[in-house]
């Protein structure tokens, strides 16, 4: 009876030590799926495409493989012949550019050109920088302020890159000669002041960059440019911050088309996040620390779908997120900013439109170069912490 009691009491003991095993191994299996759940949304798409990896200096073409949205990717801009160009000089020549200035880099040389910085500047643009096509302007791993004069323009290219620079103080410019796109030699009379203006470009992906307290606008897409990514940049103090469209009358921009995504805007941006004619916007995963008249707002019967960002008021009665231009003018077609899976904090909203079904919303229709998983607005934060330009040291990740 003894040694039954014995068997007994070691079968107790090993079917207890199986149950706590199989307990144990429940719940590890459940926190690593947790943790393969939610630990990618800590950084967005096109961050885990190249941030992680510590060599990115001597891999920084890889950049052309990870954007998404209407721009693509970038692939056109490496490969076989690509010219790799540093600019050692913050000088500026806009007619005769010497080598090694950004201007020699950006609008004389050409073919594909990837272009890098030797260290820290500031640059001085004696007047508006016009990229040529198939050009990479990676500021990684120095500090590189465009300010206190021309800013950029791209006119009648494609395939162009912006990355990781800081513009501010941009100036209105006087009508002039500069060097353009491919060495010529041309006149031009535009120059509001804004940071980046793209005029009939196409395939442009700005990213990381930091934006702020230029006269006119920050970016500005018009006159029939389209596919454009705008991601990861840090918009703040500045009144108009991002115009998609030129004026009620560009009918070209009817087939401009944006993506907004992971972006941070504010704090202290008024209005324009972005303001959007005609075309089609996806404005997407970003975070808006409040505004000053209204966040996203257009007129000329745009299609605009706002999908998982994260809007916080202000502190002052402006909640609301949207302006309409149209919205009680008698004889035009009406419109709508369609929102999906938005978070509202601090009392923001968006007025909804009744009775209108999800699958009538103006999806992006991405192909397989341009898609992406958009993430629950719950993450916004975590998702545009690191918007803005990097500052990547040399023997660590970005």
Known sequence: MASLSIN????????????????????????????????????????????????????????????????????????????????????????????????????????????????????????????????????????????????????????????????????????????????????????????????????????HNTLYDCPDGLIDVTRGSTDVTISNNWFRNQNKVMLLSHDDGSLRDKNMRVTVAFNHFGPDCTQRMPRVRHGYAHVVNNLYLEWGKYAIGGSMNPSILSESNLFVAPNSENKKVTWRQDMNVQGRTPWRVYSLNDVFENGAYIKKPAHVNIRAKPRPHYNHEQFFRVVSARFGRDLTKNAGALRCTPRSRC
């Open 8 to 207: 007994n009491a070691a079968c107790r003991c090993i079917a207890l030590l199986l149950i706590i095993t199989l307990f144990l191994s429940s719940i590890h299996a459940t926190m690593a799926r947790r943790t393969s759940r939610w630990a990618p949304v800590r950084m967005n798409v096109i961050d885990r495409c190249w941030r992680r990896d510590v060599n990115w200096r001597s891999n920084r073409q890889k950049l052309a493989t990870c954007s998404v949205g209407f721009a693509g990717k970038m692939r056109n801009n490496i490969g076989r012949g690509t010219i790799h160009y540093q600019v050692t000089d913050p000088s500026d020549d806009p007619v005769i550019p010497r080598p090694g200035t950004l201007r020699y880099g950006a609008s004389k040389l050409q073919g594909k050109v990837w272009i890098t910085f030797k260290n820290d500047m500031e640059i001085k643009l004696q007047k508006s920088l016009m990229v040529s096509s198939f050009t990479a302007i990676d500021g990684r791993g120095a500090s590189i302020h465009i300010a206190g004069g021309g800013c950029f323009v791209l006119y009648k290219v494609t395939n162009v890159i912006i990355h990781g620079l800081r513009f501010h103080n941009c100036k209105a410019q006087s009508p002039g000669l500069i060097m353009g796109p491919d060495s010529k030699i041309l006149p031009v009379s535009w120059g509001d002041g804004d940071a980046i203006r793209l005029v009939t470009a196409t395939k442009v992906w700005i990213d």
